[in-house]
C-alpha cells in the first residue's frame, strides 16, 4: 500500500472546506483537489466541458458523475501527483464514492481518514450569500463574518451559484445525495466528525490533531 495522507473534506456548501483546504495544503505539502474549482477553471477557459458543466453548476445541480470521475482519473494518474492529497468536493454521491473506492484500490492506495465538517445548517445560507471572492488573489472573504482587511486592493464578485435560489437548491442536494456519506464512511470506521462553527484557526487544529489520530 503507498504512504502519504490521503484525505476527503466532506460537508455542506459553506461549512469551510476550500478554506481549511488552503490551510492545510502548506501544513501538510498535499495536492488540494477542489472538482469544484477545477470545473469553474474550466467554465473561465470555455473548454467544451467547461461549457457543459455550466448549465448544471449556475442551477446548483451536481454535474455527471462520468465528468467528474474523469477529473480525479486524470488528476491521480499524473505522474507529478503528490503523495499526500485532499479532495474538497468529491466524493458527492453514493455512486461517486463508490467508484473512487475501485480507484484507489486499482491504484493502491487507500483513505487516512473522510473529515466531515458540520456547521448549524442555518448559517450555511449567510455563509454562502455573503460569500465573495478575489479576482487577483483568489482569496475567499465574508462580508460579514471574514471582511476584506479596508486598507488591502481586492477585486470581488461572487460565484454564479452564491445567490439565494441556487444556494437553496445546493443545500438541498447535499441533504439528498451528499449526506448519506456520513454514514457511509462511517460504516467504514473512515470518519471524524469536525465542528465547523468555531474560528478557522481553531477548526484548523481540530483537523490535524484527527490526523495524527487516524495516521
Ligand atoms: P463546489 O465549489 O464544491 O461547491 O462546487 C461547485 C459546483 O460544481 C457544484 O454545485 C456542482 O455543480 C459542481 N461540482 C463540484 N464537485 C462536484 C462533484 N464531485 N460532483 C458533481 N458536481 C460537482
Known sequence: MSKGIHLILLGAPGV???TQSALLKD??????????????????????????????MDKG???PDSVILGIIKDTLSDSSFPDNWMMDGFPRNLAQAEAFNQLLSDIDQSLTVVLNIAVPFEL??????LRRTCRKTGQVFNLKLNPPPEDGDFDLFQRADDTEEAVNKRLSVY?????????????????????????????????LTTIDKFQ
Do not use: C, W
Request: glycine share 10%; aromatic share 4%; proline share 3%.
Open 27 to 56: 501544513k501538510l505539502s498535499a495536492a488540494h483537489v477542489s472538482t469544484g474549482e477545477i470545473l469553474r477553471a474550466a467554465v473561465r477557459n470555455g473548454t467544451e466541458m467547461g461549457l457543459s458543466a455550466k448549465t448544471f
Open 61 to 63: 445541480e451536481l454535474v
Open 16 to 18: 469551510g472546506k476550500g
Open 124 to 129: 450555511l445560507m449567510e455563509r454562502l450569500t
Open 175 to 207: 441533504d439528498e445525495q451528499t449526506k448519506p456519506l456520513i454514514e457511509y464512511y462511517s460504516s467504514k470506521g473512515l470518519l471524524a466528525n469536525i465542528n465547523g462553527d468555531q474560528p478557522m484557526d481553531d477548526v484548523l487544529k481540530e483537523i
